[in-house]
């Protein structure tokens, strides 16, 4: 016989067990939708606080069009601007009495006084130490500037005494690393021959093994054959013998 308490215990439908159900399975729902949303959470903030996910660091993997098309630009606040060459800063505290003019063609430069009435020394050697520069206004003020101080009246007599001095700096831009440097140096050497003839021929040996080298270089092969020509012109025999104890294969003049 059944008990009195469990003839008062009312038998549970099948809607109260479906409720029942019902609600235990929402309450293990949301206990998963909570348990996802803090994992998610948790990978966000991991995320972001990546030093992948940076904008410097976005900036190193991803480069702008800019940095392509002004691969010289300088940094204001970079080393590379709070320490100037030698060259830029004599420059820019007007150690050099010239300054670059830009025209709607070409540039040209604009002396303070007429040029024949300027010292070499220093003036020649500092020019010519700054044909290593590689950013403008400095590349072309250099370049320029020897040009045209060579042309002056009395320039042989000016330049001769200062070849000690200069063929070793002419020999660091014929070395230089960037095609430029070593093409401004090229044409300096040729200019320079012009102006004090066979007395560049004690210091020749000194360049010709930088010329050698880069005469391995296609691109090059035709301007510096072009510029030995001119030496062995202005230089006279004595530059043929020099010349061809250093590089055999040269092609004479002469011939």
Sequence with gaps: ML???????????????????????????????GTQIKHRTTVQRSKSSSPTSSPESAGKLHPRPSDKLNPKTINPFGEQSRAPSAFAAIYSKGGIPCRLVHGSVKHRLQWECPPDHLPFDPLLITLAEGLRETRHPYTFVSKEGFRELLLVQGAPEKAVPLLPRLIPVLKAALVHLDDEV??????ALVQLSVVVGPSL?????????????????????EPISSALQKLEQHGGSGSLTIIKSKIPTYCSICC
């Design 3 to 33: 008990s009195k308490k469990q003839m008062m215990q009312k038998p549970e439908c099948r809607g109260d067990i479906q409720l029942r159900n019902r609600v235990t399975g929402n309450c293990n729902q949301m206990t998963s939708s």
């Design 182 to 187: 070593f093409e401004r140096g090229l044409n």
């Design 201 to 221: 021929n004690d210091h020749l040996k000194h360049l010709l093994t930088s010329l050698s080298k880069r005469l391995r270089d296609k691109k090059f092969k």
